[in-house]
């Protein structure tokens, strides 16, 4: 039998990945010399999920990742994480992969940490914002400082002037993820053909709706429906602010 150690390193990163940034500095490169040479390897750094991490992990965790970071993620709600998220983008110009929780009232402080982040990492692309819900000038702000977007993911409550702003501020996005629970059917074919119109490089369209999707597909009007056939359309269902659990693919 094959032990872990003598695992390709390709493997053994993917392994590294899935086992987490906070288990890897508590546990698992104590395991053995090839385990701890490992997690000393930049590649081991690329993704990061910040969440667990104090201050101090979060350093030797950046300091290991020598710039190298692509993928940052973080999921608690306080104001110690946005100084982190300063931090991470002061020591990250690699950077590309954003995932972030947010409230209503952190907004003023996420401006000063977001408008950092596209001047120390220009090369974002992919975005998720996780919370309760977002204003139109919480969108008009991510559109603005990341002018080359092509990935965002909003799971909190949206309205029609939301969807308003991402095919105004947004209009290269190729994935798109929203919540759409809050629409009625008409509201939801309106904002699809909006966002269709404003977004014409859009290749997914990942929702949330409350209703039956085959009740949605069956009473689309043909013109959307022939537009929808272009693209792939997922459902999901969101939770504790999440897209983790991934229902079927809309077959128009």
């Not at 590649?43 to 692509?70: P, V, Y």
Request: net charge negative; aromatic share 14%.
């Amino acid at each position: 039998m094959t032990s872990f150690t003598d695992l390709p390193s390709d493997i053994l990163l993917t392994i590294f990945d899935k086992i987490g940034a906070h288990d890897i500095l508590h546990s698992a490169q104590f395991v053995c010399k090839e385990w701890y040479n490992l997690s000393l390897n930049f590649q081991t750094w690329s993704h990061i999920d910040g969440t667990d991490l104090i201050f101090k992990e979060l350093e030797i965790a950046l300091d290991r990742s020598s710039g190298g970071l692509i993928d940052y993620e973080t999921y608690t709600l306080n104001i110690q994480d946005y100084e982190d998220l300063e931090y991470v983008f002061e020591r990250s110009p690699q950077l590309k992969t954003l995932s972030f929780s947010c409230q209503g009232w952190f907004c003023p402080i996420l401006e000063k940490v977001l408008t950092k982040a596209s001047k120390n990492c220009p090369l974002i692309n992919d975005i998720s914002a996780f919370g309760f819900e977002f204003d139109d000038d919480f969108i008009i702000l991510i559109g603005n400082l990341f002018p080359n977007l092509k990935k965002f993911r909003m799971v909190g409550k949206c309205d029609e002037v939301s969807v308003a702003s991402i095919t105004k501020k947004m209009s290269g996005l190729i994935e798109l993820q929203l919540d759409m629970d809050n629409f009625s059917y008409a509201d939801i074919c309106i904002r699809i053909r909006a966002i269709l119109n404003g977004c014409p490089r859009l290749q997914l369209l990942g929702v949330t709706i409350q209703m039956d999707s085959d009740f949605l597909l069956y009473n689309l009007d043909e013109d959307l429906k022939q537009r929808l056939k272009s693209i792939k359309v997922c459902e999901y269902c969101s939770y504790y602010g999440f897209w983790n659990f991934y229902m079927h693919t809309w077959r128009i």
